[in-house]
């Protein structure tokens, strides 16, 4: 099993989709962006099972593999943002002050 996470700031709320997906909402419950379903393939291009999980502040994307997984395995979440919304940055170029980051450095 593998894991990938990003930190979620204490200015949004994430919310998991029935579908896997992920919205995350301004402080005014407005959805500023998210990830669509995740997913993952091998290097055969066989589906790898995957998902995302909220642990504390993170939100976590694990994959599991087994012995007939052919590596690398190749998992991107894709993100999406609302067109009003802030841009995001990472925590290295954003400032510690601010509160328009949504989403914060990987893990």
Do not use: C
């Not at 989709?17 to 919205?23: N, T």
């Not at 402080?27 to 995302?52: I, K, Q």
């Not at 007939?68 to 991107?76: I, L, M, N, S």
Request: aromatic share 8%; proline share 5%; glycine share 6%.
């Amino acid at each position: 099993m593998s894991r990938n996470s990003q930190e979620v700031s204490h200015e949004a709320t994430v919310s998991l989709e029935s579908d896997g997906a992920v919205s995350v909402l301004d402080r005014n419950g407005e959805v500023v962006g998210g990830y669509l379903s995740p997913w993952a393939v091998d290097a055969n291009d066989a589906t790898v099972e995957t998902s995302f999980s909220l642990q504390g502040n993170a939100l976590v994307q694990t994959i599991k593999f087994d012995e007939t997984t052919a590596f690398p395995v190749f998992a991107d979440p894709q993100w999406w943002q609302a067109s009003s919304a802030l841009p995001l940055v990472s925590s290295r170029e954003q400032p510690e002050t601010s509160s328009k980051t949504y989403l914060l450095g990987m893990e």
